[in-house]
C-alpha cells in the first residue's frame, strides 16, 4: 500500500517562503518520479513541479525561479521549497508518485497521491 503524507503548509505573507515535505512509504521511493501539484478555489488541479529518478526536474513557467523541488531517497521525501509567495500561489498543494522514472507534468501519469495541504499566502 503506497501512501504519501504532506507537511509545512500554512500561512505566509507574500515574498515570503514555505517548505512543503512530502513523505513516502510502500514503494521503492528512488525508482520513480515524484511530482507537486496544487488546485486553488474554482480551478482545476495543475503541475508545480516534477522530479524524476536522477533528479531531473521541471517546473511550472509560474513558479519557475521561485520555487525548488528536491527530493531525500535516503528519507523517502520529496519536497518543494517556496519563495518569494505571491496570493495566486494560494491553493491546496498535492504530491504524487508517478509509477516511471520521469518528472511529468500530466496528472494521468501518477497512480496515488497525498491527501493535500493547504497553502494560503496573504498580501
Known amino acids: 500500500q503506497v501512501q504519501l503524507v504532506e507537511s509545512g503548509g500554512g500561512l505566509a505573507q507574500a515574498g515570503g517562503s514555505l517548505r512543503l515535505s512530502c513523505a513516502a512509504s510502500?514503494?521503492?521511493?528512488?525508482?520513480?518520479?515524484m511530482g507537486w501539484f496544487r488546485q486553488a478555489p474554482g480551478k482545476e488541479r495543475a503541475f508545480v513541479a516534477g522530479?524524476?529518478?536522477?533528479?531531473?526536474?521541471d517546473y511550472a513557467d509560474s513558479v519557475k525561479g521561485r520555487f525548488t523541488i528536491s527530493r531525500d531517497n535516503a528519507k523517502n521525501t520529496v519536497y518543494l521549497q517556496m519563495s518569494s509567495l505571491k496570493p495566486e500561489d494560494t491553493a491546496v498543494y498535492y504530491c504524487?508518485?508517478?509509477?516511471?522514472?520521469?518528472?511529468?507534468?500530466?496528472?494521468?501519469?501518477?497512480?496515488?497521491w497525498g491527501q493535500g495541504t493547504q497553502v494560503t499566502v496573504s498580501s
Open positions: 510502500g514503494r521503492t521511493f528512488s525508482w520513480y518520479g
Open positions: 522530479i524524476g529518478r536522477i533528479g531531473n526536474t
Open positions: 504524487a508518485i508517478s509509477p516511471t522514472s520521469s518528472a511529468l507534468r500530466g496528472s494521468a501519469y501518477y497512480d496515488y
